[in-house]
């Protein structure tokens, strides 16, 4: 089974699955921090999470080509929301969210069309190729948003260090094969970005310290004894390389709406 995989795909598997999925475990210390601070507000929060999540979840096995291209979408949103947070800068919302997300997303598939396809073909159970010769209108518009991006850094002073972070990640994409570029990307540079300014809100905010490390530490151990599990259960029918991307990328859809929905709209909102 092992032989499925390189040393290049389990080292990325492994900081996706110890390093990046975790970071969603701050949800439920986000949750008491946006208002769900009561035992029965917070029941009803894990409620509506789980229910997101397996919704998408089972949306994913009945319309898995929809719902990859949802979550590219999703994905796209939420990433550059973080970077554009990250400057710290009310102006250029929509072109900064817009350029690194498409920079992220594109720039991988981009550099590695033919693995990125591969992927997207375990993910879905289908060969989607089709849609593949339609894919120079979003490296069109990621070029074109990167140009309008350089173009903003002379007026603010803030986002020339994101021309250089946008170029040294294409660099990234451009050497390291699909699935260590978005491992990196992933766990060092979102995840970083997203507790830096998530934990300094928490802990300023909420009283209760013990309840931010004991949530945390159980959702965190829940997303790994679940992930193992499933992967232990998919194993049976895949090799043990497709058993681990689908476990990893269609989780990472089920946990993003409801992550997206807690932090990109109720969050951002009360802390910008």
Request: charged share 10%; proline share 2%; hydrophobic share 55%.
């Amino acid at each position: 089974m092992l032989a499925d995989l390189t040393i290049l795909n389990i080292i990325s598997f492994l900081l996706i699955f110890f390093i990046g999925l975790p970071h969603g475990s701050f949800d439920g210390a986000v949750a008491a921090l946006v208002g769900f601070n009561k035992k029965i507000q917070f029941i009803q929060f894990l409620f509506y999470y789980i229910v997101l999540f397996f919704l998408v979840v089972i949306f994913w096995l009945y319309f898995p080509i929809f719902a990859l291209t949802i979550f590219i979408i999703m994905t796209i949103i939420h990433f550059g929301l973080c970077d554009w947070t990250n400057f710290r800068i009310k102006k250029y919302k929509y072109s900064v969210s817009f350029t690194y997300g498409m920079t992220i997303i594109f720039g991988i598939i981009f550099f590695n069309e033919n693995q990125s396809f591969l992927i997207f073909e375990y993910l879905t159970n289908d060969k989607i190729y089709f849609i593949q010769k339609y894919f120079f209108i979003p490296y069109f518009l990621t070029l074109l948003s990167i140009i309008y991006f350089t173009y903003l850094s002379f007026f603010e002073d803030k986002l020339r260090k994101g021309v250089i972070e946008i170029l040294f990640l294409l660099l990234i994409f451009y050497f390291l094969d699909p699935l260590l570029s978005f491992a990196i990307y992933f766990c060092f540079f979102h995840t970083y970005k997203h507790l830096k300014h998530l934990i300094k809100n928490i802990y300023s905010n909420l009283t209760n310290k013990k309840f931010v490390i004991y949530s945390t530490s159980l959702f965190t151990v829940i997303s790994w004894f679940g992930g193992l599990v499933v992967i232990y259960y998919l194993v049976q029918n895949f090799s043990l390389y497709e058993s681990i991307l689908k476990v990893i990328f269609i989780g990472l859809a089920a946990l993003t709406l409801p992550h997206m929905l807690l932090v990109d709209v109720v969050y951002r909102r009360r802390f910008k």
